[in-house]
């Protein structure tokens, strides 16, 4: 029974809607029985204050008391009160159980409807805490209480006690009530469980990709701008490098670090100086000394091949960052395929790649011992793929320490982050290849 509220939201919301209609049915009980008292009031004769009159006054005087403390339990739902509470009914069943079952007023038993309200109301106490359990134990709390009471008090009036059966009859339906509503929260308890170790799973992929991203932008910054400086020789730090490193630290100690920013390769015109991104991207494919193979944005198809012009998807050089990695590193880059395939995939899978390229231009230049790095792109099979081949010294993948977080973290998580697939193939003295494919669309 969940009403069509949440599993996680049902317990609480059906219990307390169970709690305020026994409250609204013991207020009509006591209700009633402040009319019975007051009409024994009013039928007696004008003038006269005889010792009917006086008992349907006490009778009033103690409903009104239980009445009282029943609106506080009902408005105000606590242990303390709800202990009150069932300390006073107890007392107004007793003084109640006197007045009516004294000799003369013709009732056998305590079996009758007079005191049938009273008790009722004492039972439908709903009380402090949520929860079936909870429930029925205070209910049945107040009809044991209820039932003592008027005991006592047909005893000292001298009557006979029985049970009441509108009392037991009230307990029986809060009871089932009860009941029902647990049995038929079992299966949504553990569909809250479910729900629960959803949201953690949820937590811990998120908590992961914020490390990942935290991992790899740290590494990646610190590492080019220490080659970059590095191989700026000595003297003063050239002003476009301390452009670059100013940028990335404002990425790395700001809010939004995690962010990977659709935006970041249009600031990699402030990188550059004068000329823009396409400068830097015509730069970057160039000798150590930064002179461009060709008028515009030239890129080589492989060494000495034809140039293609770049026509930028998005207003910037593609892979201008990766390219100023390896311009700032000293590393000459050969491009093959057609540059504009990027324009296939969303700007956050755009930064990605352009990411993991940077990173793999960067392993070349510190680790390979050459001079020049081939870079193809290709697109094919709904991918977008980007390989990056050095003839270098190579190395054993399987070799690799667990604690180098280049090619695990920088590289190899960042594509697969995207959905994407990065394979590496090297052996010692003959290069590597490192081939990333990342599917078109995407954020």
């Known amino acids: 029974m969940t009403l069509g509220l949440p599993e996680h939201l049902a317990k609480a919301s059906l219990s307390r809607a169970l709690a305020s209609a026994g409250h609204a049915a013991g207020a009509v ?48 739902p606590s242990v303390t009160l709800t202990v009150v509470y069932l300390l006073g009914g107890t007392a107004v069943v007793y003084g109640l159980t006197v007045l009516v079952m004294a000799p003369g007023n013709g009732f056998e038993t305590t079996n009758n409807a007079l005191l049938a309200m009273p008790r009722t109301a004492l039972l439908l106490v709903g009380g402090a805490g949520v929860g079936s359990r909870i429930a029925i134990a205070w209910a049945t709390l107040g009809w044991g209480l209820g039932e003592a009471a008027a005991f006592l008090g047909a005893t000292a009036a001298g009557a006979a006690w029985a049970p009441n059966a509108a009392a037991a009859a009230a307990l029986g339906i809060v009871v ?117 193979h060709a008028e515009g944005d030239p890129l080589r198809a492989g ?68 001079d020049d790095v081939e870079v193809a792109l290709g697109r094919a099979d709904g991918e977008v793929t980007i390989v990056v081949v050095d003839d270098g010294r190579g190395f054993d993948p399987e070799r690799v320490p667990d604690d180098r977080i280049g090619l ?5 998580g960042r594509i697969e982050q995207e959905g994407g697939r990065a394979r590496i193939w090297s052996r010692p003295g003959v290069g590597t290849t490192v081939m990333l494919a990342v599917p078109e669309g995407g954020e």
């Not at 204050?49 to 105000?76: K, M, S, T, Y």
């Not at 908590?207 to 020789?233: F, K, Q």
């Not at 695990?408 to 190899?412: A, E, G, M, N």
């Open 29 to 76: 009980c006591l209700a009633s029985a402040m009319v019975i008292a007051v009409a024994s009031i009013v039928v007696e004769p004008v003038g006269e204050i005889g010792p009917d009159r006086q008992a349907a006054i006490a009778a009033f005087v103690l409903v009104g008391v239980q009445a009282a403390l029943f609106a506080l339990v009902a408005f105000h």
């Open 176 to 292: 089932i009530t009860r009941v029902y509503d647990a049995m038929t929260r079992s299966d949504a308890r553990r569909e809250t469980a479910l729900h629960r170790a959803s949201q953690q799973t949820r937590e811990l992929v998120i908590r992961h990709d914020y490390e990942l991203r935290a991992i790899a932008r740290l590494h990646d910054t610190a590492l080019s701008h220490l080659v970059a400086i590095a191989a700026s020789g000595s003297g003063p730090v050239d002003e476009r490098l301390r452009t670059a490193i100013s940028h990335d630290l404002s990425l790395i100690v700001g809010r939004d670090w995690a962010t990977e920013h659709a935006e970041e390769a249009e600031a990699s015109g402030a990188r550059t100086g004068p000329g823009g991104a396409n400068a830097a991207a015509g730069a970057s494919l160039g000798t150590r000394d930064g002179s461009a």
């Open 408 to 412: 695990r973290t920088s590289i190899r």
């Open 303 to 370: 060494r000495g091949g034809p140039t293609t012009t770049v026509a930028a998807p998005t207003g910037t050089a593609p892979l201008a960052d990766a390219f100023g990695v390896a311009r700032d590193a000293g590393l000459a880059v050969n491009v093959s395929g057609a540059p504009d395939v990027l324009a296939a995939v969303g700007p956050r899978r755009r930064a990605a790649i352009e990411a993991a390229v940077a990173q793999c231009l960067m392993n070349v230049a510190r680790h390979a011992g050459v």
